[in-house]
């Protein structure tokens, strides 16, 4: 063989073994990058879709010109962005994929309570929200603490979470929010006299500390601690999910509450959520270039969830004061509370949630319900 040929071949070999010990490197570096996820950060939410060339992004503001500022308010309700259900289907991959992003952020099992044996009466807790604050472990709270994870080994085919915006009034949704295998709600919002737009079925609620005070007055009389009861007694064995260590000042609502539940022996299960829980989703979503500043009870319930739902369908979110159609729409189904969606004060970003949450249900990863149920076109 000429020498000029075996010298060609030769540097063919040469290049082709540098291309591929760059590219074992290359998929070395990945693989270390995914599994300290929670400390280098995930790689933002891009999944491949349709193809192998396209790629749909659930960055909020992906499609935003580079050094133009953010935007502080989500696309008007009707316009090209608004998501749509015709053609939705869900994509098991990629709920999947993003089930794994967030175990490297937070195990929902493991955080979604406080554990009997990890405190006891008289511990000190610093507040997650002001962390020169403290409490202490109350005999009340250490005796209602469970014992083993309220979620543990627990999963479900298709699970439905339940926000309170008023774009479910006359929705008719009762009935299919109550035929998923497990529903989430929010706030202990009422659902005896909304059953026909809300459903009954309750497999966990949460409550925050205020909502003792603004929907049950401090159970300051007795028809307010019946009330109270009644509620609580219609949840039967659902997990009561009460973020009692957030922020300081809502202590002796969490004792009125915990207190009706021992002296009534309620089957109701209460749960309290990890300290580390709050600051695990909201630093999952930051590094998915999710600019959030607090999470929202909604965006934590799906976060969670995640760990132990298959498909996830949301009904009730909804940041906008009018609908599609330009009707009012009530901040909460069930009061007359009004609210900014956009305020610099709020702790919450809820329309840059909504923005995020319908580019997953574009990529078929859940499903935003915000129309009439009665039939297929009046979803979104």
């Not at 008007?76 to 952020?105: C, H, M, V, Y």
């Not at 205020?210 to 039967?236: I, K, N, T």
Request: positive net charge; charged residues 20%.
């Amino acid at each position: 063989m000429p020498f000029d040929v075996r010298s060609l071949m030769f540097g063919i070999v040469t290049v082709l073994v540098v291309f591929l010990i760059i590219a074992d490197i290359a998929e070395v570096e990945e693989e270390n990058g995914n599994s300290a996820g929670s400390k280098r950060g995930v790689p933002s939410l891009r999944y491949r879709v349709q193809g192998p060339s396209r790629t749909v992004s659930t960055e909020p503001d992906a499609t935003r010109k580079a050094g133009s500022p953010p935007s502080s308010s989500p696309a008007p309700p009707g316009s090209a962005n608004e998501p749509s259900s015709r053609g939705w289907r869900f994509s098991g991959t990629l709920s999947n994929q993003i089930r794994k992003d967030i175990l490297r952020f937070l195990d929902a099992e493991r955080d979604i309570s406080i554990l009997k044996g990890t405190l006891k009466p008289g511990d000190v807790i610093h507040y997650v929200f002001d962390r020169q604050s403290t409490t202490n472990v109350s005999e009340n709270l250490h005796a209602l603490l469970p014992t083993t994870s309220p979620m543990k080994n627990r999963h479900y085919q298709r699970c439905a979470i339940v926000g309170n915006s008023g774009i479910l009034l006359n929705s008719s949704c009762g009935k299919e929010i109550d035929s998923h295998d497990f529903v989430i709600r929010c706030n202990l919002a009422p659902v005896q006299e909304f059953e026909l737009d809300v459903g009954l079925r309750t497999g966990l609620v949460t409550m925050n500390p205020s909502v003792v005070q603004r929907a049950f007055q401090d159970l300051g009389s007795a028809r307010w601690r019946e009330h109270f009861l009644q509620r609580l007694r219609g949840l039967g064995d659902a997990v009561l999910w009460i973020p009692a260590f957030m922020a300081k000042g809502g202590e002796r609502r969490v004792e009125l509450a915990l207190d009706v539940i021992r002296r009534q022996r309620l089957a109701v299960r209460p749960a309290f959520p990890s300290l580390r829980l709050l600051d695990a989703v909201r630093g999952y979503w930051l590094t998915n270039k999710v600019h959030i500043k607090r999470p929202t009870t909604g965006l934590l319930m799906y976060t969670m969830a995640t760990r132990f739902c298959e498909e996830i369908h949301l009904y009730g979110f909804w940041p906008f004061s009018h609908d599609a159609q330009g009707n009012a729409v009530k901040y909460h189904y069930y009061d007359s509370l009004t609210y900014g969606y956009t305020s610099r004060t709020s702790p919450h970003t809820m329309p840059l949630e909504f923005r995020t949450l319908s580019r997953l249900h574009a990529l078929g990863v859940l499903q935003l319900h915000t129309g009439s149920c009665r039939n297929a076109t009046g979803r979104l």
